[in-house]
């Protein structure tokens, strides 16, 4: 594909390489949104152009295609959550706290960011055919549990965690709780009578999930 004229992509120059930065970022946001509410089938790049003031072209020019922009989606949303468990600061609290830290930062994640689960959801839906292809999504896998991977080791030497579980058990639990509490919460609401999101509820769920896995791993 021909590169778009002189006015869709900028040329060199720092404030040039600031517009087109802006421009990709503008372009990703809408994406994510676009993405979230419709589905990967659903969402349209010509409805994303508009809503960002740019062309089709132009979103092809950055990303090739819509399956690359729907992975550049991804990559940008689990870069955010990952980013904020490797910068957690817990190696100098008691391993139970520490657990709780995590387990709240995922609580909260989730709830102010409702587009990540969904956009998770709807990658599942495809069998994860889109991560499959990013290596900056596979390459954040083992970071990922770092933090775990060493509270647990500091729970376990301490003899407060029993030894049979590893850190992506307790990954797993966290996001299980989380997940669900944003991806189902209509349904459950209209089964339950109960909106999950209810602030009403918050502290008490917060406290829950991390109460859970304390529970759980300081068992015999």
């Not at 008691?94 to 990540?116: C, K, M, N, V, Y």
């Amino acid at each position: 594909m021909a590169a778009p004229t002189s006015g869709e992509v900028a040329n060199s120059g720092p404030g040039r390489v600031r517009d087109a930065d802006r421009t990709r970022t503008e372009i990703l946001d809408t994406a994510a949104r676009e993405f979230a509410e419709k589905g990967f089938d659903g969402a349209r790049v010509d409805e994303i152009a508009a809503k960002t003031r740019t062309t089709k072209r132009m979103i092809y020019y950055y990303f090739t295609n819509k399956d690359q922009l729907f992975v550049e989606v991804l990559e940008r949303a689990y870069t955010v959550i990952r980013s904020l468990e490797q910068n957690l600061d817990v190696d100098h609290l008691d391993p139970a706290e520490a657990i709780r830290q995590l387990a709240g930062l995922t609580f909260d994640h989730h709830e102010s960011h409702p587009d990540f689960v969904r956009l998770v959801s709807i990658e599942n839906i495809h069998r994860a055919e889109h991560i499959a292809r990013s290596s900056a999504l596979s390459n954040l896998a083992n970071p990922a549990l770092d933090v775990l991977t060493r509270i647990l080791a500091r729970g376990r030497e301490t003899g407060q965690f029993r030894d049979d579980v590893d850190a992506l058990d307790v990954h797993m639990a966290i996001s299980a709780f989380c997940v669900f509490r944003t991806a189902n919460r209509h349904t459950f609401n209209a089964i339950f009578g109960r909106d999950m999101l209810d602030p009403a509820f918050r502290d008490h769920h917060r406290r829950m999930v991390a109460d859970m896995l304390v529970s759980y791993l300081t068992s015999r």
